[in-house]
């Protein structure tokens, strides 16, 4: 740049000449003099119209001054042109592009110095700023080529210095620097607006807020000129796809969308919908990223982006259904915000989320829970007013990962803790949730030991929260059991009973440490550890921990006395609770990676009763009390009706005292439970008499307290002598467990006594006979001879043996007015005595257990009830018809009225008998010794109920063999001989009933095969080996074949329709047993069906049709298996197969193959492709002699010979349940030929509480279903997996099993 001539160079008046050779310290100060002056001139003084200052202007834009190494000298020089530009605006003296260039360069430069406030010298940059901004001198730059570059520089300038001390002041005439140059430009560069926009994004909007505020600003005030150079970005980013990388705001597109959304969203009017492409691209990085831009732009509070661009809102709906995961996941997360802040979009995303809690993948499914439970948390209200969203987590509760069920769970109890805890709980919320309590109990159902620590936790945390104060505790537990349906009640009883078993392993763990250390007591603990392991999830992962835990307890006293106190019976729930929180410092820090401590924690939640101790029960007892006398206050608090109270009150109790039996046993409580007894209604005494029995079963009252049962017994022995039927059982069962000294002295008067009611004249007659058989199965011993003198003369003579005149049989209705089927409380007198009749020689049969020769009379009655339709005389006086026959109409259930004279109060009382006398059968079967006396004749008649014309009789017959065959596997339940009774139901027209039973027998084959599972993994002798035949459910189709060979319609082997409907009753138990099945073995049912072929119908031996039918019916078992087979590998299978000379005689000739087929050409199914080994009743295309004896040799050759080996080492058990069962390996031995060896099995003796009564509301069968979880002396299902199975009666089988196919189905 030229310097001025210095004679020409005109310096305002008092400026001295400012050159290069004055020294440093004098140039500032004529710099400052002339910069004062310089500031001092007005636009209006005329000087811009004179050019006399001119030179002077040019002369201080002198290279020399611009580069003077100075600070102070710069600054001053930008001063001063900052004010020769001010003064001479809008003509400038710079003409010359380049120094223009350079003269703004430098004044950007000189501008970094506003950076620091504190600078001494800031009040002249501010002074630079504001000269800049007031005249817009940036805008001169307009006309130069490279203004851009300027621009750049400074706004890059401005958004770096600018910060927190910075004055509104100065922001704000930063400003007018910069949007001038945006909104008087004719162009905006990518680059500015990357400058521009990049201080939007992160991370400067984190990290250099100030920044980013002014970038807003600056946004906001350009917004229209901003606008269209904004859209043109976007286009070339968004519609062609061409990204500029050397751009910062091209690789953030979508996230400067959003911000740009919160600062100006005019500015996006026309970028909006082109976004709808994106959504749609095929590209998923592209979707995803559209995806997650407009969730939250959508979400937001406030935002009415959804209302304002439907066509875009309703292509985003359409994303939560994108076949990618992680957009499906994207949309799903931002449902809460939805929900939470847009009311009018709820109806959307409810109908999205309905769609998506089904997802496939289960991430997908966790969200959705998730986002609901969020919501709930934050405002329920928004979840209450839409069932569908509630429904979803509802559920969740069946998902098949256990993840989701967790959060699905822990979410509703949440809201059921935090909502319906509350006094001010709106009507319409408490009723949208009154059924989450339900749904958590019924997760109890699930096969996962998760499952059921995941309810446990939850029944004490929130449903029952254990740190309320023991009242308010009683009426929440009060509240929850008295308004959950039947099968949360079920699943609430058999979480207490699953609990009491584990605190009684671990209690009677916790007396073995307490031995002298040696090596029987070290193998103990050992095998009581291994055992342990089954009341955890993961057992073989938990050993290590509880091996740990063991060794602890052995050096740590402390830790041993704590483990004492929260096993002990009467431990109140405070202690339990401090000795829990004790024992769980030692054990490490209660973080996730400290397996021991969780392990060690699972197991204390299990066993620590936090719920009930004495004081609570005092409490609950007072509830009762109050819901009996209809106390206001009482029922008010609970918020129940005196009835519901009442009932589920005294159940409540029941429950408790059957698993907390010690915190009854004091004497105000026990004092207030005997004064319920005198209470005129004769509903409230049974269920208190169970209470007192549960009790006694402890410890007898008389012990502790002999002032209290001489009050009793007077009260029991009024209700076993006059009271109702049900008030004597419990009376009889009452007495027998707390009467300690003279109970036979008491009870010796009560039989006299009954004996004088044994008549028709008596009111008391039912009553007696029921008090007769308790009395008689709980003390058989004591009165063996009266008793059975009894029995012979009254019961079976005077009451069974005849049939008593109308005059002394009175009935609630006339006869002719009854229905066909009646409940039992409308039958006559005379019915409803002999059934218990029936009952009474069922419970003494099994008081006495090996009474052979009785056992057998016995049968032979009840089965002429079976064969003689109830009418056991054949007299005809109960149904004026023939005698009953074997039926020759298609299905026994199909027969006509003509057939019979229809008399049907009659028929109802009939089939009310014959289904008490098949109920007394399957009883005692339950039973070894005398249940092992029945014939096979009988038990092919005792099957005939299965198909009863009578619908009520099958439903209820079913339910009966059901309970019989789920009751404690193995030794308490009925024989495998009648898991063939399922079979019959493939022939049940009824398609709900038949439904039904199947899942009964699914229950059933799955309790076996659990067991069976879990006596393999516990290891033992190989005499556990021996027991498999009697337990594996594959030997169903041994009993199933002869079964369905004697079925009265089948009469033709040869007629194909019949065929048909056998071959169907053979798919319907062969199904679940060769599908699903992981140990399903083609050889071992091969074999199976090959041996029974070679073998005779055992009741008729010579009768050619009967064993005709009999191989027809193997035929048709083998055409079966090899059709539905999908693998033919000749595995090994844990068992021979065994054939029971019971149902089958041996040929004659020892060398016997039947390979002959005995079905139509129709039915018979070809042998499998490369088969080399004849299957007998199978057609095979190429038949050779040579290879039919091979086969016949092969046959021969027993399957014991070539499997045993194998048998041997994968069953090697040894349970302490086996030490005192004989040897059974011969249980089905052929040559057996005495009918008490041939029906020998592994059981031991008969329970109370599996008493006959099932249908008795009030009695342990059906408020508390049979234990299913080990105890010290038995091994179960429950013990490997912790299934309910059949534990829990006919409902709660069908709602296992809907729970399960819900689970299955739900993806």
Known sequence: MGRGDNLTILYPSGCKEVTEDVGPDELIRRLKTLAHTLQSMGQDDGAYQVSEYVPLAMHIADDFFLSYPSRDVQLLIACCIADVLRVYAPEAPYKDPGQVKTLFMFLIKQLGGLKDPKDPAFKRYFYLL???????????????????????????????????????????????VLCPLINESDVVSNDLLDIILSNVLEPAKSQRKNAYHLAKELVVKCSDTLEPYIQAFFNHVLILGREEKTLTISQKVYDLIYELNHICPSVLLSVLPQLEFKLKSSDEEERYGSVSLLARMFSEKDS??????????????????????????????????????????????????KLRQHDSEESVRYEVVMAIVSTAKKDFSIVSDSEDLLNFVKERTLDKKFKIRKEAMCGLAMIYKKHLNSPDVPPATRHAVTWIKDKILHGYYMTSMDDRLLVERLLNTCLVPYQLPPEDRMKKLFYLYASIDDNATKAFIELQKHQLAVRKNVAELIELHRKPQDEERDREIAYRLGHLTKFLPDPLKVQEFLRKFSQNLNTDPQLLSLMETVVSHDVSCKDSVEAVTQILKKLGQPVMTNLYYNTIKMLLERVSSVMVDQTALEALVGLVEGALSADTSVLDSLNLTSDIATEKGLKLLFVLSFVYPAHFLHADILTRLIALLNVPDS?????????????????????????????????????????????????VRCLHTNCTSDSDEVFERILEKIKEQLTFDSVHFRTAVVSLGHIAFNMPDKFLIPIKNVVSRKVVKELLMRNQTSAHTPGPLPRDDVEEWIEEELLT????????????????????????????KTFRMLNAFILHKGDLLETGKMLQSPSYERPTYEHPHLRTGSQYIQHKNQKAEMAHLRLSAGAAMLKI???????????????????????????????????KLHKGLARGIPHKCLPLDFMGFYALAGLEPDRQLKIAVRQYMMADISKRRDYIRSITMSGGSEKASSQLPHIMPDYMLVFAVPLLAHQPDFKDPTDVSQLTRIRSCLWYILEPLMTKNDVYCFGFYKALIEQMKNHKDAVKPEDEITNQKLWAVCDLAMGLILSKTTSFEMKEFPSDPRIPPMYFKKHEDPNFVNVKSYLPTELQVNAPKGSTKVLTGVTKKTTNTVMMVKSAVLNKQRPEDRVEDNVTTSSSIDLPVMKEVKDEDTMMDEDTSNLTNTRKRSRGGFNLEDELDNDDSTTLTSVLPTPTVPSASSTGPASKRGRIGGAIDAASNRISSYLQKETNGKT
């Not at 004749?937 to 009863?948: R, V």
């Open 130 to 176: 504001e000269n800049l901004a007031y005249v817009k001198s940036f805008n001169m730059c307009f006309e130069l080529e490279d203004c851009q570059e300027i621009f750049c520089k400074l706004f890059k300038l401005m958004f770096n210095i600018v910060n927190d001390e910075h004055s509104g002041k100065v922001k704000s005439f930063m400003l007018d």
């Open 304 to 353: 009415t982006l959804a209302l304002n661009h439907r066509q875009l809102w309703t292509a985003f709906l359409g994303r939560f259904n994108d076949i990618s995961i992680k957009i499906r996941t994207k949309c799903v997360q931002y449902s809460m915000h939805f929900l939470l802040n847009h009311p009018l979009l709820r109806k959307d995303i409810t109908d999205t989320l």
């Open 683 to 731: 509903t409230i005494s049974p269920p208190v008499l169970s209470v007192l029995t549960y009790i006694g079963k402890y410890k007898p009252i008389g012990e502790p307290y002999p002032d209290l049962a001489s009050v009793l017994i007077p009260i029991c022995q009024r209700f076993a002598e006059s009271g109702t039927p049900k008030q004597a059982k419990h009376a």
């Open 829 to 856: 007198e005379e019915s409803s005595v002999k059934m218990e009749g029936i009952k009474m020689m069922a419970r003494w049969l099994l008081g006495l257990k090996s009474d052979v020769i009785s056992a057998q």
């Open 925 to 959: 079967c339950e039973q070894k010794g005398v249940g092992d006396q029945f014939t096979s004749e009988q038990f092919y008649n005792l099957s005939l109920l299965m198909n009863d014309e009578c619908p009520q009789v099958r439903e209820r017959f079913a339910i």
